[in-house]
C-alpha cells in the first residue's frame, strides 16, 4: 500500500478537471492501474460514454475517488492517458 497521508487515487496532471464528455469527445483512452496488484484496465472513449453515460458532465476528478481494483477491490489505482493521447482543449475550444 502507498503512502497513508495521501488520497489512495492519483490522476495524471491535466485529467482530474476534464468532464467526461470532453475525455470521449477528444477520444483519450484511459489507463487505470492498480497500486495493491499488478492489474490494469484501459477505457476507450467508447467504455467511458458507457460506464458514465448518466455522469458526462462531472470531472475525473469527481469519479477517481469512486473507483475499484476488478481484482483485488482496493482503491489505490492510477489514471492516466494512454501513453501517445493529446489532452487539452479542442481547436477552436473556447478557453
Same mark, same amino acid.
Given at each position: 500500500? =502507498? ?9 495524471? !496532471? @491535466? +485529467? @482530474?478537471g +476534464? &468532464?467526461? /464528455?470532453? +475525455?470521449?469527445?477528444?477520444? *483519450?483512452? +484511459? *489507463?487505470?492501474?492498480c497500486?495493491?496488484? =499488478?492489474?490494469?484496465?484501459? /477505457?476507450?472513449? &467508447?467504455?467511458? !460514454? $458507457? $460506464? ?5 458532465? $462531472?470531472?475525473?476528478? /469527481? ?5 475499484r481494483? #476488478?481484482?483485488?477491490? #482496493?482503491? /489505490? ?7 501517445? &493521447? ?5 481547436? @477552436?475550444?473556447?478557453?
Amino acid at each position: 500500500m =502507498p503512502e497513508p497521508s495521501r488520497p489512495p487515487w492519483r490522476i495524471a !496532471d @491535466g +485529467l @482530474g478537471g +476534464l &468532464a467526461i /464528455w470532453s +475525455l470521449v469527445d477528444q477520444r *483519450v483512452t +484511459l *489507463v487505470i492501474e492498480c497500486d495493491s496488484c =499488478p492489474h490494469f484496465a484501459k /477505457w476507450t472513449p &467508447a467504455d467511458l !460514454d $458507457r $460506464r458514465f453515460r448518466r455522469h458526462r458532465g $462531472r470531472s475525473l476528478s /469527481w469519479i477517481a475517488p469512486r473507483l475499484r481494483c #476488478s481484482r483485488c477491490k #482496493s482503491n /489505490w489505482v492510477r489514471i492516466s492517458a494512454e501513453r501517445g &493521447a493529446v489532452v487539452g482543449a479542442r481547436p @477552436g475550444a473556447w478557453g
